[in-house]
């Protein structure tokens, strides 16, 4: 008697567990769309919901690490796309869509197309490093394109009347929102670039949501700016938010208020090293003005050492000293001839005839001059002459005497 193989019975726990392996290995991560029902968020922080569309509806759950990266809050009603994986709850076995990812439906479009532009222009080089160009350090003149009621426009004003007031602005007014708004954009970008006296560009929004910012993800925009005749600064929404204008501009800035911080300097800044430059200088400039004074010092006294005034007032000098040493040399040699002289005479008068005489003698003399100095050498009748000290005597001999 044959035997029947034993029946493999499924517990449903085993079914419900089987089912939810072959669904997910079975089918891959996908987008979903639909419109979204049955929205609740219980304490877990997770969240689950009903994704429907005409013909059929999908039970959803997005666990907590998964829907904080969502940037909003779904609300029943709303089209949304899902990205996600295909499981089965077991306990319930309801088949249903574990979420990672949520977008707004038409948002999610959105960005498609903005991908879609980015990835062409950017493959044109359109936003080619190379294209951007540096923005002036001072400029004279600053044009704005932005609503002329909206707040982003006062605060660049304000911005640039408080960082650098002889900054010049013109407005050049536009709508930032809606479908007339990307064309008016375009007329405003060349008609500033058309006038040629402006140094940079600021294409101003403030913030909104990716249909509020569309008019400036529009290719149109990004080609003004490409073409524009001076540097462009875009400042448009948020710090998250980027748009084809951004890419193309030659800065991005964050928001409009950080773009009028960009396109010009602090005036304080400005002042401060205005201030430091100008102290600077003077240090420098009384530096070299008091190395020239000493070098000019310097040569003056070289040019009076050396000038010929100078030497002659020296020379001068020298022949003073010379003429008095001259002179003292002189009156002390005369001096001393003097003394010699009366020393002399004195030696001469001690000795001289004359001084004899002086003493009472006389000096006898025949007529022919001869000098007696011998009674035997006259005879009585000889005329004579007798020179006493004062005058001369005539006389005749009448006697001798030998003494």
């Not at 044959?2 to 997910?24: C, G, T």
């Not at 058309?194 to 560009?201: E, F, P, T």
């Not at 009674?375 to 004579?384: E, F």
Request: glycine share 6%; charged share 25%.
């Amino acid at each position: 008697m044959q035997m029947k193989a034993p029946r493999d019975v499924y517990s449903v726990a085993r079914l419900n567990s089987e089912a939810r392996q072959l669904l997910e290995a079975g089918l891959p991560a996908l987008w979903v769309e639909g419109e979204l029902s049955n929205f609740s968020a219980p304490a877990s922080g997770h969240w689950y919901f009903t994704l429907k569309d005409r013909d059929a509806q999908i039970r959803c759950a997005m666990f907590r690490n998964r829907n904080s990266a969502v940037a909003f809050r779904p609300r029943d009603g709303q089209q949304l796309m899902i990205r996600g994986r295909v499981s089965l709850y077991e306990p319930r076995g309801d088949y249903q869509l574990i979420a990672e990812a949520m977008e707004d439906a038409g948002e999610g479009a959105l960005r498609r197309e903005f991908e879609r532009l980015k990835a062409k222009l950017a493959a044109e080089g359109l936003f080619s490093a190379e294209l951007k160009r540096p923005l002036p350090t001072m400029p004279h003149r600053i044009a704005v394109v932005s609503s002329p009621t909206g707040a982003a426009v006062r605060d660049v004003l304000h911005i640039l009347a408080r960082r650098f007031p002889p900054a010049a602005v013109l407005v050049f007014p536009t709508p930032v929102q809606g479908a007339a708004a990307t064309a008016s954009i375009v007329a405003a970008i060349d008609n500033a670039s058309a006038r040629g006296d402006c140094d940079v560009l600021v294409l101003a929004r403030g913030g909104g949501s990716i249909e509020d910012l569309w008019c400036f993800n529009d290719e149109r925009v990004a080609r003004a700016i490409r073409r524009c005749s001076m540097p462009v600064v875009t400042g448009i929404g948020h710090e998250i938010d980027f748009t084809i204008a951004d890419f193309a501009a030659d800065v991005r800035a964050p928001t409009p208020s950080g773009a009028a911080e960009l396109v010009v300097p602090d005036r304080r800044n400005l002042l401060a090293t205005l201030a430091t430059a100008a102290a600077r200088l003077r240090a420098s400039v009384l530096r070299q003005v008091t190395r020239a004074q000493q070098r000019s010092n310097e040569l003056g006294a070289r040019l009076q050492r050396a000038h010929p005034g100078s030497r002659l007032r020296q020379q001068a000098q020298r022949l003073d000293e010379l003429d008095m040493r001259l002179r003292r040399a002189w009156e002390a040699s005369f001096t001393r001839a003097g003394q010699r002289l009366l020393l002399a005479q004195r030696g001469l008068d001690a000795i001289s005839p004359l001084a004899t005489l002086a003493r009472g003698f006389a000096i006898i003399t025949r007529p022919d001059g001869t000098v007696v100095q011998d009674a035997a050498d006259v005879q009585a009748g000889d005329s004579i002459e007798a020179r006493v000290a004062r005058g001369t005597l005539l006389a005749q001999v009448t006697g001798t005497r030998q003494s």
